[in-house]
């Protein structure tokens, strides 16, 4: 094993289910750097807000039109002789509220996308992988999956079950497919005012603050080590370790990047 390559290596193939956001560009840049053959599914809004980078498959669909993204996912695997990399980044959250004021519709959303997803697509994934030598897939999770917030309800429900859904796949996919997850923290991303497909900009200063009032974001930021919200690139490194092969002896774990907040 080459020890001064952390991330993988040139020509793995790539999927990135939700490649347009901030973490996602973040991570793609990361793959393309490392000349990997890369392929992004998202929004159509989303790829129009901010389209992938030259170089890029790029496929506009919803992950929760099942068939739709099971056709993506099926071309592309058939087109490329099969997979290596599979990296679920899907997800939104509504406004937030306490679960007496949630309405069923909300809920429904929140999970239908952050998770009822993740099952339908690593499903559509998992025959393409399983022909690869060092397969590997990655989750975007949340550290609200362990360490919950008031107003959080179904989005921490849906990130602690793609944790859990992911140690299935590496229980199951084991010896020859990995998974983990990364669980960021407050990332400045589009996600903090509603999601880069779900009219959020990308980008938008002090998001953080703005999102969730200067009083409590101060007390956040207090609460934090490293004394400050995390930018894209430090959750896509994460990534893109566990993208490759330093990270061989590493599979049903969650990496947590929250600049020391939280230390499960």
Sequence with gaps: MDLTRLGPEPGTRCLVLGGCGGIGRAYVRGLLAAECRVAVLDLPASMAERPPEAGVEAVPVDATDEAAVTRAIQRLGDAWGGLDVFAFLTGMNTKLKPLAEMDTADIRTVLEINLVSAFTTTRAALPYLQGSPAASAVYVSSGLHAFVEPG??????????????????????????????????????????????????????????????????????????????????????????????????LTGQVIYVNGGRFAP
């Excluded at 953080?208 to 200067?214: I, P, S, V």
């Excluded at 430090?234 to 566990?242: E, G, H, I, N």
């Design 152 to 249: 959080f309800s179904a989005y921490s429900a849906s990130k602690g079950g793609l944790v859990s859904l992911m140690k299935v796949v590496a229980k199951e996919g084991a010896p020859g497919l990995r998974a983990n997850a990364v669980a960021p923290g407050a990332v400045e991303t589009a996600f903090l005012t509603g999601g880069l497909g779900h009219g959020g900009k990308e980008g938008e200063p002090g998001a953080f603050m703005k999102q969730f009032g200067e009083a409590h974001a101060e007390k956040v930021l207090s609460s934090i080590p490293l004394r400050r919200i995390a930018q894209p690139e430090d959750v896509a490194a994460p990534m893109l370790f566990l993208s490759g092969p330093a990270s061989q002896y």
